[in-house]
């Protein structure tokens, strides 16, 4: 099955600092990918709808200031938390789905990835 | 043992038993499901999806039920293993699956026990 990578898996910094994390779907092409932010024993909340060469679309109450998302290829997206705070503290999940090779989602499968986990100290 | 649905966060069977797993879902306009299986630090993994036009699909040990009368899904898990111990979410959305922006439901604990 298609593979989506995150990186870093987790990652530990001192609050006020900026943290990027990357979403790459590795075997196939993802015009869209999607951000969750996941807090411990919670379900996914999604965060953002990240568009492949257009801006992102934020869900209602995430700040876009905070949470830079860009999406300058097919297979990345990152998603950069800034000037983070010990509350930003949580699992953040990307997902994709195949576009097939002519660019249009033709599979209809989503992939997600293994997370990446943050601490803010 | 039998879920009643999102106000039972957890489920606990025995090896080899049936597990059922409950989930209510709001918006009458989905009319794309999805169970996935997370295991502990590490991203859902897909493990079933039904159209509104289905009541039933089955897969590999598992079965999902679909009742849009009264907004319910359920994921059968047949001859439950120690493995199956993850917790389980159902997501939704609209669109008839070509719209991926999922709603996650809360999710569901299950512990097998050996």
């Known amino acids: 099955g298609a593979v989506v990578s995150q990186h870093p898996s987790w990652v530990i910094c001192k609050s006020g600092t900026s943290v990027k994390i990357e979403c790459r779907s590795l075997d196939f092409q993802a015009t869209t990918m999607f951000w969750y932010r996941q807090f411990p024993k919670q379900s996914l909340m999604l965060m953002a709808t990240s568009n492949e060469g257009s801006k992102a679309t934020y869900e209602q109450g995430v700040e876009k200031d905070k949470f830079l998302i860009n999406h300058a290829s097919l297979t990345l997206s990152t998603l950069t938390v800034t000037s983070a705070h010990p509350e930003d503290s949580s699992f953040y999940i990307c997902s994709a789905n195949d576009a097939g090779t002519s660019g249009r989602a033709t599979t209809g499968e989503l992939f997600f990835g293994e997370g990446s986990r943050l601490t803010v100290l | 043992g039998e879920s009643v649905g999102l106000h039972l966060p957890t489920l606990s069977v025995q090896e080899g038993d049936n597990s059922i797993i409950n989930c209510a879902y709001s918006?009458?306009?989905?009319?794309?499901f999805i169970w996935y299986k997370q295991e502990s630090g590490k991203g859902p993994q897909f493990i079933i999806d039904?159209?509104?036009?289905?009541d039933k699909r089955q897969g590999q040990r598992v079965t999902v039920l679909l009742n849009k009368t009264v907004k319910h899904l359920s994921l059968q898990i047949a001859a439950t293993q120690p493995g199956d111990s993850a917790v389980y979410f159902c997501?939704?959305?609209?669109?008839?699956?070509?719209?991926?922006?999922?709603?996650f439901g809360k999710g569901t604990l299950l512990t097998v026990n050996p």
């Open positions: 918006n009458s306009a989905s009319d794309y």
């Open positions: 039904i159209r509104s036009n289905m």
């Open positions: 997501a939704e959305t609209q669109g008839g699956g070509s719209n991926y922006k999922l709603t």
